[in-house]
């Protein structure tokens, strides 16, 4: 007995020294980084496929403008894809996990061409998902540019 507590002490001095950890609300945080990893993806794609799934009911957006957009509102926003679309790449994504709720703070740089001429910004947007029979759905988001 004494050999497997040993062991065990030192798997998990391996698991904390590499920054990893087998905690449920690790998990979730891992969980919510994939989700925005495939929402990131599903916008460069134009899937409304995804979105759907990912995006519950009462979703509420807040644009760079300060108007607010229902999911309807922004899957049909999807319809027209430009000729050059933007491509969004997440560059951190910082998740704290409250129950059945996250918060994703995402930081993000949007890089494509206006009027022949290359053009990068970044973004910092609040993201809350709510578990919802069992799996996560984004449920209000914010966005913000930010100033290079």
Known sequence: MFGKRV?????????????????????TVRLIQRLEDEMNTA??????????????EELTFITLSG???????????????PANPP?????????NVYGDVAVAIVLSRWTGV??????S??????????????????VAAHVTQLKD
């Open 7 to 27: 062991f065990t002490v030192a798997a998990l001095a391996l698991l904390v020294s590499q920054g990893l950890s087998t905690t449920p609300q690790n998990d």
């Open 43 to 56: 916008f460069n794609r134009y899937d409304a496929t995804t979105l759907e799934r990912l995006w519950g």
């Open 67 to 81: 108007a607010v957009a229902s999911k309807a509102e922004r899957l049909a926003g999807l319809k027209t894809r």
């Open 87 to 95: 491509v969004s790449t997440n560059e951190n994504v910082a998740v």
């Open 114 to 119: 206006t009027d022949g001429k290359p053009t």
């Open 121 to 138: 910004s970044r973004y910092r947007a609040t993201h809350v998902w709510a578990k919802r029979s069992g799996d996560w759905k984004l």
